[in-house]
């Protein structure tokens, strides 16, 4: 009779292994002893103890040549938030990830940890230290939030220590570091505009950011942590810095690193809120004649105009998450990678 092998609790695989987290996640896990295997629509570098498997993660079969022998699966893959394509969020992030706990059942694999969004729980109005019980959000503020509510939703429901499977999502906000291709190049170029001078609101709005050692820090505990008899199986974990930060003093700290003047003045959360919906209506409606994509869409006037941290105590308890690095240390760690981001360069 043919033995089935169990697989090797050192192989793992990263599916969007090629984003910016997934690489920082890599790098850790092999620097930790576990050779990696990464999935991912594009393969954007190579790396020693890593094989890469190119394909898209709605492909069963391409899922499952990349999860043979694997016992430990990371699923951080998804489109890129600010895409308003919202066939491409339910078909990548919500029947996407049916197809990843599928492949993962039938490939044998025993644990999946999905990085899901504190996001799934803000709806444009002030979260302070919020906890994992908020509710889902009721009215999610764009395409990407409402698929990520599902995804955490079918990873979470798909947890069964009977059959062996186990299940846990990490919920990071507001992720930044070395190769973020997001938060830091935005806020530069929409600078270089000329149109980083201005503070929506009082300014007084407190924020989340994590410094991406950190959120890969909290992955890897969740992985280590989950075992049939723990209390983290099928929950979800808010991973943050735990230093919640006036955002508007963040956005100063970095561009100011970088050699650009901060934002000075101020206006009123509302006008602002209520031209950027002005604007978002208006490239809806214009689309078929003209494109055009407004800076200041009502989702990043919602991000920093309101209050959104979040409580990381439920991680410090179950899983003994305790951030690595410090804000003025990512700050500073990251300013210092982006030298062409730099003024005048
Ligand atoms: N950045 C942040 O502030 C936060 C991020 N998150 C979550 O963290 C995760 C990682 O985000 P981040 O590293 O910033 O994002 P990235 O876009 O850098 O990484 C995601 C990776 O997934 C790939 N991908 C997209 N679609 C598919 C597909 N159909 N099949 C296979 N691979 C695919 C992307 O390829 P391509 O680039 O070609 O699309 C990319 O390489 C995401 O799940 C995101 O929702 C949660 C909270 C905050
Ligand atoms: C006002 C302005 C132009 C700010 C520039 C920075 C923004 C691009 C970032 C500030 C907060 C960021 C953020 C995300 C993306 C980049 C920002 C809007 C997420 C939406 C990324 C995906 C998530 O899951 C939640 C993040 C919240 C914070």
């Known amino acids: ?24 996640l890599v790098e850790k896990l092999l620097d930790r002893g576990y050779s990696v295997s990464v999935f991912d629509i594009r393969q954007s570098y190579e790396l020693p103890g890593v094989t890469f498997h190119q394909g898209d993660l709605c492909n069963k ?3 499952l040549l990349a999860l043979k022998d694997v016992s430990l ?17 339910e078909r990548v992030n919500i029947q996407g990830t049916q197809t990843v706990i599928q492949a993962c059942i039938e490939a044998g694999v025993q644990k999946l940890v999905l990085t899901s969004s504190a996001s799934v729980v803000f709806e444009g109005a002030d979260i302070k230290n919020g906890r994992e019980d908020l509710p889902y959000a009721k009215n999610p503020i764009d395409y990407y ?16 220590k009977q059959k062996g499977f186990l299940t846990v999502a990490i ?41 991406v050692e950190n959120v890969v820090h909290g992955h890897v505990l969740a992985a280590e942590h989950l075992k049939p008899d723990s209390p983290i199986c099928g929950k979800p974990y808010h991973i943050t810095n735990d ?4 955002f508007w003093d963040f956005m100063s700290d970095v561009l100011v690193g970088l050699g650009y003047a901060a934002p ?3 206006l009123p959360y509302t006008l602002v809120y209520g031209l ?44 003994g998450y305790k951030p690595v690095v410090s804000l003025k240390e990512g700050i500073a760690r990251t300013v210092q990678s982006y030298p062409h981001l730099r003024h005048g360069a």
């Open 1 to 24: 009779m043919a033995t089935r092998v169990r697989p090797s609790s050192k192989r793992c695989a990263v599916i969007g292994g090629s984003g910016f987290l997934g690489r920082h």
């Open 61 to 63: 079969q391409a899922l």
């Open 73 to 89: 699966v990371f699923h951080c893959a998804s489109p890129a938030p600010a895409s308003d394509d919202r066939a491409l969020f």
């Open 145 to 160: 939030t409402e698929t990520k509510i599902e995804q955490e939703k079918l990873v979470l429901k798909a947890c069964d």
């Open 171 to 211: 919920r990071p906000h507001g992720i930044f570091g070395p190769r973020d291709p997001q938060l830091v190049p935005i806020l530069v170029d929409t600078a270089r505009r000329g149109k980083m001078k201005f503070i929506i609101g009082d300014g007084t709005n407190l924020v989340d950011f994590t410094f």
């Open 243 to 246: 230093e919640p930060v006036r």
């Open 264 to 266: 000075r003045y101020h």
């Open 276 to 319: 950027a919906l002005l604007l978002w209506l208006l490239s809806l409606i214009l689309r078929p004649l003209i494109s055009f994509k407004p800076t200041f869409t009502p989702m990043r006037v919602a991000l920093a105009g309101t209050h959104h941290y979040y409580s990381c105590k439920r991680a410090k308890e179950d899983l």
